[in-house]
């Protein structure tokens, strides 16, 4: 069972800054797209970002533009994600998913029934 390890998450407060990091198998990182998405109580889980495997173009949802940034280390198999400026509606547990690239543009990787793998989740807090 492949399986994918977020770490980083924690209680912050707004302004402040976290870095998420996910560790995959190499096998699935060296050609998976990799994403991020979270989840607020009560709420559906939504995209954040993703970046590709082939050429690392970056994706964001338009709420995080500017303050997160996507990134991918391919010698270390970890994908991260630089979160600046945060705010108390940044709260959620955060999620890291591996997914073919099976299609190119946005609304190829905001969906999460296009990730195959999927890590536990790390919860992020942001007082105000």
């Known amino acids: 069972q492949v399986q994918l390890v977020e770490s980083g998450g924690g209680l912050v407060q707004a302004g402040g800054s976290l870095r998420l990091a996910c560790a995959a198998p190499?096998?699935?990182?060296?050609?998976?797209?990799m994403g991020w998405f979270r989840q607020a109580p009560g709420e559906e889980r939504k995209f954040v970002a993703a970046?590709?495997?082939?050429?690392?173009?970056?994706y964001y949802v338009d709420s995080v533009k500017g303050r997160f940034t996507i990134s991918r280390d391919n010698a270390k198999n970890t994908a991260y994600l630089q979160m600046n400026s945060l705010k108390p509606e940044d709260t959620a547990v955060y999620y890291c998913?591996?997914?073919?690239?099976?299609?190119?543009?946005?609304?190829?990787?905001?969906?999460?029934?296009?990730?195959?793998?999927w890590g536990q989740g790390t919860q992020v807090t942001v007082s105000s």
């Open positions: 970046i590709t495997w082939s050429e690392e173009t970056t």
């Open positions: 998913a591996a997914g073919p690239e099976l299609c190119s543009g946005y609304g190829c990787y905001d969906n999460g029934e296009r990730y195959d793998y």
């Open positions: 190499g096998r699935i990182f060296s050609t998976y797209a």
